[in-house]
């Protein structure tokens, strides 16, 4: 089937800094995907989706300086979180979707923890 | 994007049959329902989707009326390893870039 891989599965910055979370479809190509976060207890928000070679659409109230997407490719997209904060540290998760039409084509990551300090 | 309505919680005893329904009221005519499971500290694993009736796999059964206005995912003889959370969805496939956006979901958990 098919897989997403994510990395790194965790990571410690301090505050100020940025950090770069990637995200791979391994064996399909993915037209679409998408960046959540999740706080613990809560469900997963969309942050935003991106399609290969175009701007990221964001959601409402994220922030699109501040959360770098880049879909430059078919397989692979980045999350770059800038000057981090530790109201920034969160669970952050990629989901990837092939062509329309695919009805099983949501495929996520394993997400990375991301704790500022 | 249709909205959906789930228990918040759920308690189970191994070996039990559970059944999560979820509410989706405004679900469009070609909308899907997909439900994915979700363990601490990992990403959403698809479990099972359908549009109508019945639809059956290995790990769990969906049950969707007439209607379409709700579903129930059923997993028959629960482990311990079931414990997670699971989400119910509802949207088109057939949408280039259509986006999935997660309810509460609803927190199962199986005890011995």
């Known amino acids: 089937g098919a897989v997403v891989s994510q990395h790194p599965s965790w990571v410690i910055c301090k505050s100020g800094t940025s950090v770069k979370i990637e995200c791979r479809s391994l064996?399909?190509?993915?037209?679409?995907m998408f960046w959540y976060r999740q706080f613990p207890k809560q469900s997963l928000m969309l942050m935003a989706t991106?399609?290969?070679?175009?701007?990221?659409?964001?959601e409402q109230g994220v922030e699109k300086d501040k959360f770098l997407i880049n879909h430059a490719s078919l397989t692979l997209s980045t999350l770059t979180v800038t000057s981090a904060h530790p109201e920034d540290s969160s669970f952050y998760i990629c989901?990837?979707?092939?062509?329309?039409?695919?009805?099983?084509?949501?495929?996520f990551g394993s997400g990375t923890r991301l704790t500022v300090v | 994007l249709a909205k959906t309505t789930q228990p918040i919680s759920m308690d189970s005893y191994e070996g039990q049959e559970v059944n999560i329904t979820c509410s989706h009221n405004?679900?469009?005519?070609?909308?899907?329902i997909t439900w994915y499971q979700q363990f601490p500290s990992q990403g959403p694993r698809f479990i099972i989707q359908?549009?109508?009736t019945k639809v059956t796999n290995e790990v769990a059964s969906l049950f969707i009326p007439a209607d379409r206005k709700s579903s129930t995912l059923s997993l028959p003889r629960v482990s311990l390893s079931d414990t997670a959370v699971y989400y119910c969805?509802?949207?088109?496939?057939?949408?280039?870039?259509?986006?999935?956006?997660f309810g509460q979901g609803t927190e199962l958990s199986v005890k011995p």
């Open positions: 989901s990837a979707r092939g062509v329309a039409g695919d009805l099983y084509g949501y495929t």
């Open positions: 064996d399909f190509q993915a037209t679409t």
């Open positions: 991106s399609n290969e070679g175009s701007k990221a659409t964001y």
């Open positions: 405004n679900i469009a005519t070609n909308d899907y």
């Open positions: 359908g549009y109508k």
């Open positions: 969805l509802v949207g088109d496939p057939l949408v280039q870039g259509g986006k999935l956006i």
